[in-house]
């Protein structure tokens, strides 16, 4: 092929691309989590095949696993809702008719009627919310399961698909790129469950240490809500407090937000994410934050996968830049240099 054509073809590829990507916006999250999702579970698809099953069943199998392992970081909601329902409305029951609080000086009445009427509205909004966005998300987890299951279906048409765009002299370029890429998702991943347990780990002392009555449950619920970006466990810890409040607990309410924020909604992030960056990622725990917080303030959820990728990324390129450039000063070192005259016989 000309090679003036292959450019034309290779900049109309990019402008389609960014073209979709911006007529595709509301579901480019989704789109980007399936597909690095995919690319995690190739090996999984591979050891299925190898085992025996068909190409078709060890993709339908491995989407599954996607599928219901994601449905399952819910689970635990429900079954604290389904399990502790009685005791959530003995502590209801329990609440004073009304709070009375002082706060720089004045005085302020808040009675059960209004919280609950406030709760009531809010729950309100919250469903109207969630019954319109319900279609909107089985669109986007059909979506998710179908691109996932393409994706690893054709996984080697995609592969060969790729590589058909990068010239024959970049072609370790990329490879390099792809092995950096899979390395990293993984250890992203790998990252998230390991500060999802210790966060689990830390959280239980801590609420027992608070006196609730329920450690391995609150601790349970915090780990969940390590895998949701930016919000975290701190939602929990808000909500305990405020409960706190209305209670007349206002020490408990400030002991369960600042120690308990320090120690389960901080920490975790802060002592596992930089240490195991560097082992599993092969990247610098600073910089692994910086992408991950960058990608979350940048990008919203999917930022933290997004941003510590591209980081890992960019370290890749000046990896290889550096090889480059190091290569071409020991070739010109090695023409500059006179060669040794020869021993006269």
């Not at 579901?27 to 999984?44: D, G, M, N």
């Not at 240490?209 to 466990?233: C, D, H, N, R, W």
Request: aromatic share 10%.
């Amino acid at each position: 092929m000309n090679v003036s054509r292959q450019y034309v073809l290779g900049g109309l590829f990019v402008f389609v691309t960014l073209l979709a990507a911006a007529l595709l916006a509301d579901v480019l999250s989704t789109v980007f989590f399936s597909v690095t999702l995919a690319y995690l579970l190739i090996p999984v698809r591979q050891q299925l095949s190898h085992r025996g099953l068909s190409p078709r069943t060890a993709s339908i199998l491995t989407t599954l696993a996607a599928f219901f392992g994601t449905l399952a970081l819910a689970a635990p909601f429900f079954v604290v809702l389904v399990l502790r329902l009685e005791g959530i409305l003995l502590v209801l029951e329990s609440l004073p008719d009304e709070v009375v609080v002082e706060l720089v000086g004045f005085t302020y009445t808040v009675t059960i009627e209004e919280v609950s009427t406030f709760f009531v509205g809010l729950g309100r909004t919250f469903a109207r919310v969630a019954a319109t966005a319900a279609p909107v998300l089985l669109v986007k987890f059909t979506l998710f399961g179908l691109l996932v299951f393409s994706l690893l279906h054709h996984q080697n048409d995609a592969r060969t698909a790729m590589l058909a765009l990068v010239p024959p002299t970049y072609r370790d370029v990329a490879e390099a790129l792809n092995r950096r890429t899979r390395e990293t998702l993984f250890a992203i991943y790998v990252l998230q469950a390991a500060t999802a347990l210790g966060t689990f780990v830390i959280a239980l002392p801590v609420f027992f240490a608070l006196g609730y009555e329920f450690p391995l449950t609150l601790a349970a619920i915090s780990a969940v809500l390590q895998f949701i970006p930016i919000v975290g466990p701190s939602v929990l810890l808000a909500v305990l407090a405020g409960w706190h409040v209305i209670a007349e607990q206002v020490t408990q309410a400030l002991l369960v937000f600042f120690v308990g924020g320090l120690f389960i909604a901080w920490l975790p992030d802060i002592l596992i994410r930089p240490r195991l960056a560097k082992e599993t990622a092969n990247l610098p725990g600073s910089l692994y934050f910086v992408g991950f917080v960058g990608g979350l303030l940048s990008l919203g959820p999917i930022g933290f996968i997004a941003g510590p990728l591209v980081v890992a990324l960019v370290i890749e390129l000046a990896n290889l830049l550096a090889a480059e450039l190091r290569d071409d000063v020991v070739g010109m070192d090695a023409l500059e240099s006179p060669e040794s005259p020869k021993s006269p016989e």
